[in-house]
């Protein structure tokens, strides 16, 4: 059986064949930092994968940034930002990517000390990086406008009173221009969290998926740029993902959603759909009974690639990234990870995260 191209076994007999770089193989994805602490649950651990046009997967696994040097090929990792890395989106141009990263230790009102995400671009020439904006709160799910000039995100509310489940507020819809200025607030408060963040329709339209008062999931959309109130768009959907163009196909679609299905004896699975810009559901396929934690549909559109957690692999549950061939009921395995259990940690503000220590200045012998 001819294994797919980016079968973890292919990846590691090609990283054998590269010397002048970051080999990054799955042992070592293990190895990354605990940053993050409970009061950034969504960021404590994961296995996420985004493509570049040219067909490059790239992964944010554990908190590192890891990219393919050519489709298929091996993953180096592009720089060590010793703090974990979540919410990567590549540049349209392929040259760069946003990202948020828990670097920075903030104090917010009350004298409470966190570890933030925040915004950052890099450039992946160089791996040089600078921070996006000047805010000192918590930013998450950026994504760049169509022509690479603008980026649009979510950022936490003001600081109104500590807590565990909730130490930052509702986000609101931000948008800032490449260079860090021009940023304008999009929204009010809506949400948290953000269950995916997108821009589709020719950057006509942002989706976005969050829980309503029920607790139940759906995709709602934004007008941008003008921003304003959001609309129901997809019921119980949730991860908006936008079609590449060679991706779309002919029935219309523009977008992925994950989408809840509940049987009659109140099972719950997941489908993954396809969607017209006015929310109409053209197809569906039943993906896992676990719940999707990340969508990557490729350029050309033979694949999508998701990711779940199986808590019944490994000591406490394992990440799994999959691929769905296009015309296929069939999923393929790529990548499991070990989930880091964020209850073995204690509070930021009680203690600094591993990848604190991991950084220039830190004491001798700790890097």
């Not at 933030?116 to 990086?129: H, I, P, R």
């Amino acid at each position: 059986m001819a294994l797919h191209p980016r079968h973890p076994f292919l990846a590691l007999g090609l990283s054998l064949l590269v010397s002048s770089c970051v080999i990054v193989d799955r042992p070592l994805l293990g190895l990354r930092s605990i940053a993050g602490g409970i009061h950034n649950r969504r960021q404590v651990s994961g296995l996420d994968a985004f493509f570049f046009a040219d067909g490059r997967m790239g992964l944010a696994a554990n908190g590192a940034l890891l990219v393919e040097r050519e489709p298929g090929g091996v993953r180096v990792r592009l720089a060590d930002m010793f703090a974990d890395i979540d919410d990567v989106a590549p540049s349209p141009d392929g040259l760069g990517v946003v990202f948020v990263s828990g670097r920075e230790q903030i104090t917010a009102g009350g004298g409470h000390n966190d570890h933030v995400f925040q915004l950052y671009l890099m450039e992946l020439a160089t791996g040089a990086w600078r921070r996006l904006g000047t805010s000192r709160r918590a930013e998450l799910l950026p994504c760049f406008t169509a022509d690479g000039r603008r980026v649009v995100f979510a950022r936490r509310a003001e600081y109104a009173g500590w807590s565990l489940d909730n130490p930052w507020g509702p986000a609101s819809l931000f948008v800032i221009d490449v260079d860090g200025s021009n940023e304008r607030r999009l929204t009010e408060p809506l949400a948290y969290p953000l269950l995916g963040l997108q821009l589709v329709d020719g950057d006509r339209t942002i989706l976005y998926g969050a829980r309503d008062d029920a607790g139940v999931a759906n995709v709602y959309a934004v007008d941008f740029p003008e921003g304003g109130s959001p609309r129901l768009l997809v019921p119980n959907a949730f991860l908006p993902t936008a079609l590449p163009e060679g991706a779309r196909g002919e029935d219309g679609a523009h977008f992925l959603v994950a989408r809840t299905v509940r049987d009659e004896d109140g099972g719950v699975s997941f489908s993954l759909a396809r969607c017209a810009l006015d929310g109409t559901v053209l197809s569906e396929r039943e993906l896992s009974p676990f719940e999707p934690l990340s969508i990557a549909p490729s350029p050309d559109g033979n694949e999508v690639l998701w990711s779940d957690f199986d808590p019944d692999l490994g000591q406490f549950g394992r990440y799994r990234l999959r691929s769905l061939p296009k015309g296929s009921r069939v999923s393929i395995e790529l990548e499991t990870l070990e989930y880091r259990n964020p209850e073995r940690y204690k509070p930021l503000d009680v203690i600094r995260p591993l990848s604190w220590w991991f950084r220039d200045g830190a004491s001798p012998g700790s890097r």
